[in-house]
């Protein structure tokens, strides 16, 4: 039995560390928003310029005007502020932004991450992420373990255009985590359920393991 992906969001979630600014992309990184463990104090960030990103609003109880970088309705805090896209990114740049958690396409053994298009597809743009990978001290990647068509998304080599090199500490899928020791991935977790065959057999490239709990 694999993650759902208010599971997978909740396992990034238990990376998150007190006084953390943390950048939350498009698609179940969002959802991390509603399982920051209780006691940790951590401000969310969005580059379209919002510092202090609150729960997902109840149905009803939505303004839209009060939006994320994914375009989703957001609730604010009573500490949150507002500013340009421009202040934003130089949070982002300056390195002042601790952890990031983006969504993924490909990820390497290496740590590269590809996230921003598919070569023949229509994109509005790369939006932020190759400013993220650059300038966020710790990359967090959340995805499923597979494509639809049931190909690997963990391979030797991303095929797919890089949006930055070497930069993924931590992987969470659907079926385990996995550390990205650059080079080299490492198997720390696996969901409940899940076999490590299945991890093997759905994972493009070699990976080291930690001793695991009822793993042989």
Known sequence: ??????EMAAR??????????????????????NHVPAGIDVTLQSENGLLGIGPFPYEGE???????????????LPTSSFFSSADSFAMIRGGHIDMAVLGAMEVSE??????WTIPGKMVKGMGGAMDLVAGVKRIVVV???ASKAGSPKILPECTLPLTGKACVD????????????????RLIELA???TLEEVRAKTGAPFAMDILEGVA
């Open 192 to 194: 409940p359920g899940v």
């Open 143 to 145: 995805m499923d373990h």
């Open 170 to 185: 931590l992987i969470v899928t659907d079926l385990c985590v996995m550390a990205c020791d650059k080079p080299g991935l």
């Open 62 to 76: 939505a303004d839209p005007d009060l939006i994320n970088a994914g375009k989703q309705t957001v609730t604010t």
């Open 1 to 6: 039995m694999s993650w759902t992906r208010d």
């Open 12 to 33: 990034a979630a238990r990376e998150l560390r007190d006084g953390f600014y943390v950048n939350l992309g498009i698609g179940i990184p969002t959802l991390v928003a």
């Open 110 to 115: 290496g740590g590269d991450i590809a996230n």
